[in-house]
C-alpha cells in the first residue's frame, strides 16, 4: 500500500498507508480528532521513522607506500606533459582547405 505525507494546519506532519491520498487526508485528519485541516498531501519519499536501516561500517582505506605514491605522482606528471603537447600540436594545424566556390555568370540580355 503506497504512503502519503499529509500536512495539517495543526502544525504536524503525518505519514500514513492508505489506497489513495483522498484516504489518506481523511485518516490523519481523523488522528487529530477530526477537526485539522488538511493543507497537503503528497506521496511519501525518503526513509520513514520505521523503515529506517542501520548504517552499515565502511572498512578504512589502506594508505600508500611512499614509493607507490611516487610511482602516480609520475604517471601525473607524464599525462599532464602528453595532454599539453596534444593541446599545442591540435593549435598549430592548419585549418582544412575551403573549396572554391564557382563565381555567378554574368547573363548577358537579348536586344531585341
Given amino acids: 500500500m503506497p504512503k502519503y505525507q499529509v500536512t495539517l494546519r495543526t502544525l504536524t506532519i503525518e505519514t500514513v498507508e492508505a489506497e489513495n491520498p483522498y484516504q489518506a487526508a481523511a485518516v490523519a485528519s481523523a488522528r487529530h480528532g477530526g477537526d485539522a485541516e488538511v493543507a497537503d498531501v503528497r506521496p511519501a519519499s525518503g526513509a520513514t521513522k520505521k523503515a529506517a536501516k542501520p548504517v552499515k561500517k565502511v572498512a578504512k ?44 555568370r554574368k547573363v548577358n540580355k537579348k536586344r531585341s
Fill in 61 to 104: 582505506k589502506r594508505r600508500l607506500s611512499p614509493e607507490a605514491r611516487a610511482r602516480l605522482a609520475q604517471n601525473l606528471v607524464k599525462a599532464r606533459a602528453a595532454r599539453a603537447a596534444k593541446r599545442k600540436v591540435a593549435s598549430k594545424k592548419a585549418p582544412a582547405k575551403q573549396r572554391a566556390s564557382k563565381k555567378a
